[in-house]
């Protein structure tokens, strides 16, 4: 259960990212540098999650940190009106996101008495937590709600 609370974050914030190039008046240029945002924060995740979540503090704490920080720059994504704005707090948010994917991993290793054996199953919930998130995020969409950012970002607190 853990794995699929943890992994509706990129399910409930990547589908929406398509959304944002008109609002924002970007170019295909922009809209490419906001894409790279996942893959720039999973090549530096190795080092938020190597170098000071294994030596200086506990993972469950890093883990929420790095939620509640993730909620307050998804809320800051909804009220900027610029891609000057966006991409930076974008790509901070992914920088902060990507390692909390290894981290749910570290945790979940550390609690099960079998890994090898209850591992695959644990992580069977990350796939269905991913996919509830996003279809939930389209349901308010094609229903004709107003959907933000900042919905995302209370959700982010939540989970």
């Known amino acids: 259960m853990f794995s699929a609370v ?73 009220t900027t009106r610029g891609f000057k704005g966006f991409y930076p707090c974008l790509l901070a948010y992914m920088i902060l996101y990507m390692p909390t994917l290894a981290l749910v991993n570290t945790i979940s290793f550390r609690q099960m008495d079998e890994p090898a054996k209850h591992f695959s199953s644990v992580r069977v919930w990350g796939t269905i937590g991913w996919n509830r998130r996003r279809l939930g995020d389209q349901l308010p969409v094609r229903l004709g709600f107003a959907y933000g950012a900042w919905h995302k970002a209370c959700l982010a607190i939540l989970f």
Do not use: K
């Open 6 to 78: 943890s992994s509706s974050g990129a399910g409930g914030s990547l589908p929406w990212a398509a959304t944002w190039r008109r609002p924002l008046h970007a170019n295909g240029t922009q809209s490419a540098l906001a894409y790279s945002t996942q893959s720039w924060g999973a090549i530096i995740a190795p080092f938020i999650v190597g170098l000071i979540a294994d030596r200086y503090f506990n993972a469950e704490r890093l883990l929420g940190a790095l939620h509640i920080a993730g909620a307050v720059l998804l809320y800051a994504l909804s």
